[in-house]
Structures are given as C-alpha cells and as structure tokens.
C-alpha cells in the first residue's frame, strides 16, 4: 500500500473527503517553497502535488507557466526538485506528494535512474501529462513496478469508449479535469461534475478529484461534495505571485482546505 492508498482508506474511515493542493517546487526560489510546502500538511492539505518546472508546459495556463519560468530562472532542476522532496521527508513521512509534469526532464535523466532517486526521494505518484495510456511502457509501467503510483487525467471529451483505456494501468487516484483548455481558464461547476466524476468511479474503482477552475472555499467545498477531493492549483500560486509571505499563502491554503473538508 503506498502513502496515497494509505490516505484515502483514512480519509474513508473518517468520512472525510481530500484535499489536494498544487504547488511549483522551486517558485519564488527553493527555500521560501520548501517552506510554504513543509508547512501545507497543518494547514490542511492531505495530498501535495508538487510541479516539476519545465520550459515548454502546454497543458498550463499562464498562471502555471509563470510559476515554471520563476522556479527555472532560480535554477530548479528535476535533481534539485528531489532534493526539495528529501528535506520535506526529513519531518514529514506519511503526507503524500505526486509529482506532476512532462515527461522530457524525466526521460533525460533516464526513467531507471529518475524511478530509483524518486522512490527513494520519498515520491507517491506520478502525474506526467504529455504521455498518453499507448505510451504506457515508456514510464506508466516501470513506475507502478518500482512502487510508485501512476495517476492518469480524465477530461470532459474522455468519453466511454476512451476511459477504459486512461483508467486501465491508474492507480491511487484519477484526476478529473474538469473544465476544457487550460488551468486556470474557466470556472468548474458542481452539477456538470457530478456525472462525470460517477463514470470515472464505476470504470476506474479508484477514488476521484476534481481539478482546475476551483478557486474558493466555498467551491471547493460544492466539488469536494459530489467527487472524493479536489485539488486547487492556480488561486494558491497566484498569491505565491502576488508576493504572499510562505505564513499568508498557508494561512490561504487552510481556508480552502477547510471548504473542502466540511463536505
């Protein structure tokens, strides 16, 4: 069982529902992330998704984009991002942390060596969004052989015939994109949600959370209420923009950690 399995049978046990914040590891620079992400398990985050900067994200708004050429132009590195995973293993050993990205900084370090130091980094899962279910031997399938969790996207256009096929080698959870287009670009909306998320579970087994376009407690708590989690991304990094101190993008973090869990 890896961290994340471990985390939604808890969070089952406790009618709860999860939370999942993203962040960019290395934005505004190295320590003032490690920081603000040693810090989100006691402002409420079940699951951290940590971003692997890269110079060509296509699946990310500006918002993301941004938070990438911040973390780049401070010398983040996929070496240095492992190392920022490391530091937070020193403290913290049961949060979970996926690692969402493409997959040229992984396939230039070599995918043996990447699943090796990741693994032993202290790494969950792996969210990789420019590798499609047919690419599956290229990392989907060494990663769940070295134990680590390969956490597939459904989108709105995911229809029937094609979910079979992105659920088939998923594991701890699916990631439910539940807007078209880019993070950060529209807004998610729980009626519209719910349907979809009850397709993923009758085809996947696995629990379901709901990203991008959510963005307030208050929606985090309408989607948390019809998915088993959701993940907010961009409103976090948006005050890391803004120049929130790590204490004030926490303090942020609580309140929609808090809308989630009263679901």
Known sequence: MTRIDAK????????????VSYVMAGDPDFDR?????RGLPAAGVDIIELGLPFTDPMADGPTIQLAGQRALEGGMTLKRTLEMVRAFRE???????VLM???NPIYSMGVEKFLTEAKDAGIDGLIVVDLPPEEDIE???PAQDAGLNFIRLATPTTDDKRLPRVVQNTSGFVYYVSITGIT???EANAADVSPEVKRIQKASGLPVIVGFGVNTPEKARAIAEVADGVVIGSA???RIANGDSPEDVLA???TLADGAHSA
């Open 91 to 97: 403290n913290d050993d049961t949060t979970p942390i």
């Open 8 to 19: 939604f049978e808890d969070l089952r046990a406790r009618g709860k529902k999860a939370f």
């Open 252 to 254: 942020f973090v609580k």
């Open 184 to 186: 950060g670009s529209a």
């Open 101 to 103: 990205g493409y997959y």
């Open 33 to 37: 992330s490690l920081e603000i992400v």
């Open 236 to 238: 976090i990094v948006n």
């Open 139 to 141: 990392l989907c399938l």
